[in-house]
């Protein structure tokens, strides 16, 4: 079997940061990275871009690769797509007007914001819910990293995937045909995300069920928010007044947020968050244990897209802002509106508002070919058994189990395993020397130095 | 290949377990998901049957590239009258078993559904 690169990631490891100590790998919900030669390796074709590495690398020596900023001014029309989430990480009393203001300062034209889209989403996506003949439950398109969760972990689920275009997609796609009907050709339209995650990065630059994404660059929050926040900090008032689009529904506002799509949609529906979570309920829709749920909202962060691994402000705090705003409306109801907002451009987004189909792509099989797979499992349980079973990792790979499927798969050897050099260094079959090296290149040669 | 799980009657919290490993089992040796689910669907269901209505119970699962065989060895009080417990909707699970989500009368259905051959 070879390992063929099935599409972009994010999430980049910088070799000369990693210090190998195997943090990432031991929260990997998908078990894509091993340690050799000391530093950490990705699995690309397991990766699902959640992000959890990220978070739990103690030296930043995982980066979350985006666009460089400058690239927006290789367009005329400069269109910053936010998402709610971003309000969220500023203060309550910063406004709207205030936040957007600078972001025009620092070179955007236009601003659209990515929950536009919601009021021609929900009523789509009821629309399917309310058939009949649609396979229950339907599973959300809105996270990335669920979608190819499901991809290379719960293959038989991808039938359950609502093929409707997240709101993003929706934004962009309106935004675009805005700005080409007033007259502006298409090569001068740039459409850049401020995007929370890696995950969104990894769907722009490589659309599961599309071709191509109708958004031209991706900047991740952090780099945004960072540029933003300390001019906000420099000014008090609003500096401009810009024509914004119609204020986003309380719904849109909260749409990203855990039950922002469960608490808006019609039939009975279920938030579920963060990845490990997800994974336990993935497992009893695949037995059908769940026979209740017309529509199941999955998002593979804690809080959802407030807990995305670019945002800056603590995800409940975040939660709890949006909330606010949600409520409470009318703080910036001096909006001077667009001519235009998306209720006019309903039928053309409608016809755009599906996605093809979503394959499975299992990353969990030993072979391709069954009777292959059959023999590399025997062979695998046969390894098991002689495997200690503690999943301390020093052979550079999750767990015992993991280890026993490398070891079939040809990519690692038995003898990595620390319990079995001691085994064999007593029967003389592995000289000390031998299993320093066996040690160096897993670990690298600087963790045996300086020692005792 | 042959695979046992024990399965104990009467503990709900552990029903399905050995579904799950069948199931991993059949991912990694690379068997079509829609046969899967359908496989993962009946014996969940048998799997449930036991723990509900058996006082214990194994699972034999036996696969090879031309069929994937489970078999169900339970010792309970029996099912009086099979044709009847086959029909829809037919339960004789009582209200606590309904309340935990179980009992609906579909089970033995289900299973043939999504059985190539019931025995």
Redesign the interface.
């Known amino acids: 079997m070879t390992d063929i690169p099935h599409f972009h990631h994010a999430l980049k490891i910088k070799d000369d940061l990693c210090i190998g100590c195997s943090h990432c790998m031991a929260v990997c919900p998908t078990e894509a990275l091993r340690i050799k030669g000391g530093k950490a390796r990705l699995n690309d074709n397991r990766c699902v871009d959640c992000g959890e590495c990220f978070k739990a690398c103690p030296v930043s020596a995982i980066i979350i690769e985006h666009d460089d900023f400058n690239k927006i001014f290789e367009f005329t029309y400069r269109i910053a797509l936010v998402p709610a989430i971003f309000i969220g990480q500023f203060p309550d009393g910063a406004s709207i007007r205030q936040i957007y203001s600078i972001l025009m300062e620092k070179g955007f034209t236009h601003i659209f914001e990515v929950e536009q889209g919601v009021e021609v989403l929900i009523e789509a996506m009821n629309e399917k819910i309310r058939s009949e003949s649609t396979i229950k439950p339907l599973i959300s398109s809105f996270c990335p990293a669920i979608i190819r969760l499901i991809q290379v972990k719960f ?2 689920l ?1 039938e359950n995937i609502l093929l409707l275009k997240p709101p993003l997609d929706i934004s962009a796609l309106y935004c675009k045909k805005q700005l080409m009907d007033s007259g502006v050709p298409e090569s001068e339209i740039g459409i850049f995300y401020i995007t929370p995650c890696a995950a969104k990065i990894a769907a722009v630059k490589s659309p599961v069920g599309d071709d191509t994404s109708p958004i031209t660059g991706v900047i991740n929050m952090d780099f945004i928010f960072n540029k933003t926040y300390r001019s906000l900090k420099h000014s008090s008032t609003d500096t401009c007044q810009i024509p914004l689009n119609k204020p986003l529904t309380g719904k849109a506002l909260r749409w990203s947020l855990t039950d922002g799509e469960a608490d808006n949609l019609e039939g009975s529906s279920l938030a579920i968050d963060e990845i490990h979570n997800v994974i336990e309920f993935l ?2 829709i ?4 769940i ?1 209740d749920v017309d529509f199941l909202e999955l998002r593979a962060c804690d809080e959802s897209c407030a807990g995305g691994v670019l945002t800056t402000a603590n995800r409940f705090l975040a939660a709890r802002r949006l909330k606010h705003r949600a409520e409470e409306k009318n703080l910036d109801d001096d909006f001077s509106e667009k001519e235009t907002d998306i209720s006019d451009y309903k039928s053309y987004l409608n016809q755009h508002i599906t996605i093809g189909e979503v394959k ?1 792509r ?1 990353m ?8 292959e ?2 023999k590399k ?2 062979k695998a349980n046969e390894l098991i058994k002689q495997l200690p079973q503690v999943d301390c990792s020093v052979c550079g790979t999750p767990n015992c189990a993991a280890l026993a ?1 490398d070891i079939v798969q040809g990519k690692a050897k038995l003898n990595q395993c620390i319990f079995i050099q001691k085994k064999l260094e007593q029967k003389g079959k592995l000289p000390p020397q031998k299993s320093i090296d066996i040690i160096k290149e897993i670990w690298g040669n600087n963790k045996l130095e300086n020692n005792i | ?1 042959h695979f046992e799980f024990k399965v104990e009657g009467g503990n709900f919290s552990k029903a ?1 377990a050995a ?2 490993e069948v ?3 059949l ?5 079509d ?2 046969i ?2 359908r496989i ?2 009946a014996l ?1 269901e048998a799997e449930v049957n036991i723990v509900a209505h058996a006082y214990n119970g194994i699972i034999y699962v036996d ?3 031309k069929e994937i065989k489970t078999q169900l060895i339970d010792e309970g009080p029996g099912i009086p009258d099979i044709q009847l417990a086959m029909q829809k909707g037919f339960s004789t699970a009582s209200p606590e078993v309904r309340e935990m ?1 179980f009992g ?1 009368g579909m089970g033995l259905a ?1 299973m043939e559904s999504n059985s190539d051959v019931l025995i």
Request: avoid cysteine; charge should be negative.
């Open positions: 293959p038989a991808v497992e009893k695949e037995n059908d244990e026979t499975p299992s969990m099989k030993l072979d391709e070919n069954m009777s797979a059959m499992m025997d499927e | 290949m399905g579904s799950s199931k991993k089992i991912k990694q040796l690379n068997v998901p829609k899967i689910k993962v669907v969940y696969i090879n590239t989500g609906a289900n």
